[in-house]
């Protein structure tokens, strides 16, 4: 998922999430050099199906005002579905 606001939360990205179904993990990259979240995060969903659901329903969603893009990662793992 990507376009998040720089100051949200692990906590913050999961409840929003959990509007499509149980979460299994949340990381947000941050940059190494400035310290500062990078502007993206992976959501792990328990299912396939949550994570379908993910995408339907969060896409194009509001997030502490802005709107976030929601999809799946470019390389998943085909044991868990990652967003």
Request: proline content about 5%; hydrophobic content about 35%.
């Amino acid at each position: 998922m990507g376009n998040l606001p720089s100051n949200v939360s692990e906590e913050r990205l999961q409840k929003h999430f959990e509007q499509a179904g149980p979460v299994s993990s949340v990381a947000i990259p941050f940059d190494r050099e400035t310290g500062k979240q990078r502007g993206f995060a992976f959501v792990e969903m328990n299912s396939q199906y949550s994570a379908a659901d993910a995408i339907t329903i969060l896409d194009g969603t509001h997030l502490e005002g802005k709107r976030i893009a929601v999809n799946s990662s470019d390389k998943p793992d085909r044991s868990k579905y990652r967003w």
